[in-house]
């Protein structure tokens, strides 16, 4: 990635965009894989066949979130922050206490996807005797049994560029199998396991990644440091079970809108809002390596206390993704159609108004991602708590409303609402947490 010239002299800037260039160029490659793979499965399936397989695959995401710690978020905060203080039995212990914790929960996950498939079935799908679908995929959990906790590790260890690597390897792979289904005229079960094969490359490709990358830092006996090195199990676990919250229901509210798509809208209604959906998240791209590396450099200058940098930092990132952001916004705006008509084909076109709905949120989003992590760091799990219970149950009640009465546009309006209302409240929140950090230091 090019540096920008105004960022030239600020080293964390430069170090920032260096780790998230790389991280960006793999992702990139990998954006252009799925692409493709989009545009074949959608021309194989139809309508009514991409937005069923949508539905299986957010399904087990879903359910995994619910039972999810987030543990990548646990090993930045305090697993980065003892490896940043030279602390290693404390870092060893919370790496090895996350890990066991996410298979445990992986393990959980799974079994309830199996034991909830033919409720998935009835409720969200118009289709019989698929319910053995939503048990098979749940399969990549299983494969994912540690992948949060080894993100989170990759992050510590500023190793982040990895996970690019085995994001691209796992989209090069994904991509041979739906080519083949596309060749020889493959069905839905056929697609369905070339994304589980891709599930479960990135899940242990990320996992032996993290695991090279702990055995150089820590030693490799690593995992035999007992857990009462840990001298903060309560906060540990208060943050945890915080994060664990969030991240449910952020899931519920935020990231099961295929979900609730289709408890409201037939299967085919579904396929329309889920390319929309997958356009829209386009703007993920160039921010989730943002995401990736500003977490640690946040969270190191909070335990540093380095208020004016902090600020500095933020106002530098933010300018930079706002103006990608706006960019990429008109492009959607004046190229949406023509982008889904190259996508997905003609007939999908109608999901244009629902792309511009969901593109103003997501913008805002991505503009402002450093909202929560800059709140975890100043030790501050509950509030994204409070505030996305509060915005979420509001975007609920509407949705029984709104969709039904005015379909895909309304599901994409309502999730822009709850984007721009909870990512704003907690921004201003955590400014005024450093404001308040900054006049205390100066007393």
Same mark, same amino acid.
């Given at each position: ?47 009514? *066949? ?29 697993? *980065? ?58 399969? *990549? ?10 993100? *989170? ?291």
């Amino acid at each position: 990635m090019q540096i920008p010239a105004k960022f030239k002299n600020d080293p964390l800037m430069n170090r920032v965009l260096r780790s998230s260039g790389a991280l960006f160029s793999a992702n990139t490659i990998s954006l252009g894989l799925s692409i493709l793979q989009g545009a074949l499965v959608t021309r194989m399936l139809g309508l009514e *066949g991409y937005g069923l397989l949508g539905v299986i695959m957010a399904y087990a995401s879903v359910v995994n979130s619910i039972f999810s710690f987030r543990m990548s978020e646990l090993v930045v905060r305090y697993g *980065g922050e003892y490896l940043a203080k030279g602390e290693k039995d404390k870092a060893s212990s919370v790496m090895k206490a996350a890990a066991l914790t996410e298979a445990a929960v992986s393990l959980i996950a799974f079994l309830v996807v199996a034991f909830t498939a033919g409720l998935a079935e009835r409720y969200l799908t118009e289709t019989p005797g698929i319910a053995w679908m939503f048990t098979v995929f749940a399969v *990549g959990l299983l494969a994912n049994f540690n992948t949060e906790t080894s993100t *989170g590790i990759l992050q510590a260890t500023h190793k982040i560029k990895l996970q690019g690597l085995v994001n691209l390897t796992q989209s090069a792979f994904t991509l041979l199998v739906i080519v083949i289904a596309y060749l020889t005229n493959r069905t839905l079960t056929f697609v369905l396991g070339a994304y589980l094969l891709g599930k479960t490359i990135y899940g242990l490709g990320i996992f032996i990644a993290a695991q090279t990358q702990l055995r150089r830092t820590l030693g490799g006996g690593w995992w035999k440091t007992p857990f009462s090195a840990i001298t903060s199990a309560k906060e540990l676990i208060r943050f945890a079970v915080s994060s664990n919250i969030s991240a449910t229901i952020i899931k519920i509210f935020r990231e099961s809108e295929l979900l609730w798509v289709a408890l409201f809208l037939p299967t085919e209604v579904v396929g329309l809002y889920r390319v929309a959906y997958t356009i829209a998240h386009f703007l993920s791209i160039p921010a989730d390596p943002f995401i990736s590396t500003t977490f640690p450099e946040i969270n190191r200058l909070v335990v540093d206390k380095t208020w004016r940098r902090l600020k500095d930092f933020l106002r530098k990132i933010t300018t930079l993704s706002f103006a990608i952001n706006f960019l990429l916004g008109i492009g959607f705006v004046f190229f949406g159609r023509w982008i889904i008509q190259i996508y997905s084909g003609e007939k999908f076109i109608p999901a244009y108004p629902a792309l511009i709905a969901l593109t103003i949120g997501l913008a805002f989003n991505y503009t402002l991602f450093w909202n929560r992590p800059l709140l975890l760091s100043l030790g501050l799990p509950d509030f994204p708590v409070w505030v996305t219970l509060t915005v979420g149950i509001v975007k609920l009640l509407l949705a029984f409303w709104l969709i039904p009465k005015y379909g895909i546009v309304a599901a994409g309006a309502l999730l822009s609402f709850y984007y721009i209302a909870s990512v704003g409240i907690m921004v201003l929140r955590g400014l005024k947490e450093i404001q308040k950090h900054e006049n205390r230091s100066h007393h």
